[in-house]
Nanobody
């Protein structure tokens, strides 16, 4: 069983920055690739970024490339999402999730474990 707890959400003005963190309660954190997703009201949950179990490869949706950076610290069971140059359209609930290695990191249905989400609101 894996429990994921996100933190770091909040209200920020457009152009500002936030850093989201997700702590996993699991012995074998390095046994999972990790992803960040977001869901705005009335919309489907969408992929934002992912990082492989070793941290060697990262993936981003086009709309956040160059603005967001995903990273992980396996010694601390933590995955983070640094969000810079935030835009009002980034407003969503952000979720971290865990997926087995060699599974598609883009596919929401492949993720086995999810956090409860943290709200990010970007004002214009």
């Amino acid at each position: 069983q894996v429990q994921l707890v996100e933190s770091g959400g909040g209200l920020v003005q457009a152009g500002g920055s936030l850093r989201l963190s997700c702590v996993a309660s699991v012995r074998t954190f390095s046994g999972f690739s990790m992803g960040w997703f977001r869901q705005a009201p009335g919309k489907e949950r969408e992929f934002v970024a992912a990082i492989t179990w070793s941290g060697g490869v990262t993936y981003y949706t086009d709309s956040v490339k160059g603005r967001f950076t995903i990273s992980r610290d396996n010694a601390k069971n933590t995955v983070s999402l640094q969000m810079n140059s935030l835009k009002p359209e980034d407003t969503s609930v952000y979720y971290c999730a865990a997926v087995r290695p060699f599974s598609s990191v883009w596919d929401t249905s492949m993720y086995e474990y999810w956090g409860q989400g943290t709200q990010v609101t970007v004002s214009s």
